[in-house]
């Protein structure tokens, strides 16, 4: 039993590890593309530039994401005791097989899809932030969660507001999301 905990105790810092690799890959791979620029599209739109062989790289970004993901989502609910269908569960899941699922939908190729799947990445994970935040059982936490999520509201009205949806909100919101994240596991997976 031991052996096995050991195991899963490696995938606890998967999420902070998929965010470092996509944003990392995702900087250094725009870095490539002279046409490209983060105020201008979107995390997404990069795959406008691409060639077929840099596309297959750039998709394999979100799986590998999703994977890294996944392996911690598998820690999270072994941790809390989670019910695969409990609506904490759902959410999350939704989530992170949003992020996985966009891979196969490339905006340059799928635009209404890759669409209403980005847009399901942010309402689930923002979702999630909440839920999570209650399985915890601490109320401080859970106040800056919502606070945090009130936060990543206004800055999405804002940036649409201004029709200014572009990578620069992503990294934003994303950056939020790991603030979210390091505290979440550093404080409540020990």
């Known amino acids: 039993m031991q052996h096995h905990q050991n195991r899963l105790k490696i995938f606890k810092y998967n999420a902070i590890l998929s965010a470092l690799f996509f944003l990392i890959s995702t900087v250094y791979l725009s870095g490539k593309i002279p046409q490209y620029s983060f105020s201008q599209y979107t995390i997404s739109q990069m795959s406008y530039f691409l060639n077929n062989s840099q596309l297959s790289f750039f998709n394999l970004l979100f799986f590998i994401k999703f994977f890294l993901d996944l392996s911690f989502t598998s820690y999270v609910f072994k ?8 609506p904490t569960s759902i959410v999350w899941l939704m989530a992170v097989l949003s992020f996985g699922l966009i891979g196969f939908f490339p905006e340059n190729r799928f635009p209404i899809f890759h669409w209403i799947i980005a847009g399901g990445i942010f309402l689930f994970w923002t979702i999630s932030e909440h839920t999570l935040a209650r399985i915890t059982r601490s109320e401080g936490f859970l106040y800056f969660s919502n606070n945090l999520i009130l ?10 507001a201004f029709n200014q ?19 979440f596991i550093s404080r409540y997976l020990k």
């Not at 936060?151 to 649409?160: K, P, R, S």
């Not at 950056?175 to 979210?180: N, S, T």
């Open 79 to 86: 941790r809390f005791q989670l019910k695969f269908f409990n």
């Open 151 to 160: 936060v990543q509201l206004i800055i999405m009205v804002l940036f649409f």
């Open 165 to 183: 949806i572009n990578a620069i909100f992503e990294i934003i919101y994303f950056l939020l999301v790991f603030l979210w994240q390091i505290i």
